[in-house]
């Protein structure tokens, strides 16, 4: 199954089931998809059984999945990046052998195509693709085995960055709050069983195609994931709550032979650069760049469609 | 004007209007407080110009004012308290001159009587008296001076805090998850003419009492901030709109006078002991442990009400 939300005016949008072959919906029995989540077991095999999509969907008219959530908690998930990350910022981190996690903006996702007002163009800007799942109500302290099975769906995310901000930030203890804008999501949230073999430990095992002004940047793996996302739940969920709708990220997506598949986000290729020739040789994004991020199936397919956007000045307060 | 919401039954919970003595209230005539926010340029002098409180409030009824939020981002803006605690976790942070902040968990505000369930008494329970603000919708990149028009309400909080857990995730540069389960906050929010001169230079200018198991613990002053609500406000919002209904705390109120005043929260206390005696005496909280916080005006008053809650054992999942 997979559900994705129209642009209605209204700040969660309409809920609709989208067709397999993405190019048509019908309006789902619930009005919004953090109502669904919220009634997941009485509604989604309702939801699943649906097999007539009577409308054509036009991609321009979709918000992110889940336009708004009450809790977005983004992992580090991927090992190869973090210890590049860590060098470049001259973080030595404690091995405390637990998931990096972190809380970020969850009042807003972008939608798909929406093009991303960014404040400054020397801060930094740069794009994370990762993989994401959203739960349904996970009690604290759920085990990591129990906590697969609230794991509803799965998303594509562009977590953005401000790089120039970050470090700094990290400094702190306090984590990132300026250095991290609200993320963008890709058009399809969908089940599980929906990537078949390609979503298992908790991973999802495909090939994020990351391209950036037209040219591929990275096709990184998520299988290679440190922690499955039962373990990213479950070590949320250890002193609160989730309520249904929160969003848990994978951080971006790297592969150790990085080298070779490339990069999910600008800052691990200058870490490559800086570690391989002494300095980052590669920018970050300037007004007007354009970003596309595209998960695909081994048979060529894009279970969570294409975030396609650029990255405009912010006109001001 | 005084805010309060009456649990009943839903998560938002149904927003009234509170008598000046508090003994008293009548429904809004807008459902929630979130609701008020998102248009409160519209309500809120129909709000302020209701004279007439026909119901008897029974204080056991009361959620927190704003149940749940789309956004915490929770400040540390008292200096004596930050110099502190860094000195006792270990951390020597970077002087950038800006606020230090974080995001927090904010699907749930305990109320201001809700026994608050932990899942362990070894992982270093602790209180935080603070004070927070609630804003309307601010425009990304907002300046102080512009941000003050947008703190609409007022609230006090207390700032659950798993100390066993802080210093290891602020050592990994991501920030707080585990270590900050839901807060909690006093029954009234209340706007800010509400405090007369007590409210000045965007720093809420009384006394908090707190009360660990009957005995005062500390009475500190909100005046003493390093930087003021409004500076706050502006630098949460450098990189992106705060939502309606965002709310931004102060951080453990805390005067450089600490030995005489007292602390609002264990770990300071701790961390006096510390410098002046080589280790740490107090112990954290206990399961059946109480804390009571009240905010007192010059006169008296308590014009947000009081928290006065005990923590007891998690059931588990």
Chains 1, 2 share one sequence.
Request: aromatic share 8%; hydrophobic share 40%; charged share 20%.
């Amino acid at each position: 199954m997979r559900l994705a939300t129209l642009r209605d005016g209204s700040r969660d949008g309409r809920l609709v089931v989208v067709s397999p072959d993405s190019a048509h919906y019908v309006p789902a029995p619930v009005g919004t998809l953090q109502e669904a989540l919220e009634r997941w077991s009485d509604i989604a095999a309702d939801l699943a059984a649906i097999d007539h999509f009577p409308a054509r969907l036009d991609p321009a008219t979709l918000a992110a999945p889940l336009p708004r959530a009450w809790q977005w908690l983004d992992g580090s998930a991927f090992e190869s990046h973090g210890a590049l990350m860590d060098k470049v910022l001259g973080i030595t981190p404690e091995k405390t052998g637990l998931p990096l996690m972190y809380q970020g903006l969850s009042d807003r996702f972008y939608g798909p195509t929406d093009a991303v007002p960014m404040p400054d163009e020397n801060l930094g800007i740069d794009f994370e693709g990762e993989f994401g799942v959203i739960v349904d109500d996970v009690p604290m302290g759920i085990r990591a085995a129990d906590a697969l099975n609230h794991i509803r769906l799965i998303v594509q995310i562009n977590d953005w960055s401000l790089r120039m901000l970050a470090g700094p930030e990290m400094k702190t203890g306090f984590g990132w709050v300026q250095a991290k804008p609200a993320c963008s999501m890709a058009p399809f949230a969908v089940t599980p069983e929906e990537l078949g073999d390609q979503w298992r430990n908790g991973r999802v095992c495909m090939h994020l195609l990351v391209d950036w002004n037209g040219a591929r940047f990275g096709a990184a793996n998520g299988e290679a994931m440190g922690f499955g996302f039962h373990e990213l739940v479950a070590h949320a969920a250890r002193t609160r709550h989730l309520p249904a709708g929160t969003v848990i990220g994978s951080g971006t997506v790297s592969n150790p032979n990085f080298r070779e598949v490339g990069s999910s986000c600008i800052a691990e290729r200058r870490g490559i650069e800086i570690v391989d020739e002494g300095a980052p040789r590669t920018p970050f994004m300037r007004f007007g760049d354009r970003i596309r991020m595209e998960a695909q199936t081994r048979d060529g397919r894009a279970p969570f469609g294409i975030i396609d956007q650029h990255v405009l000045a912010y006109q001001g307060a």
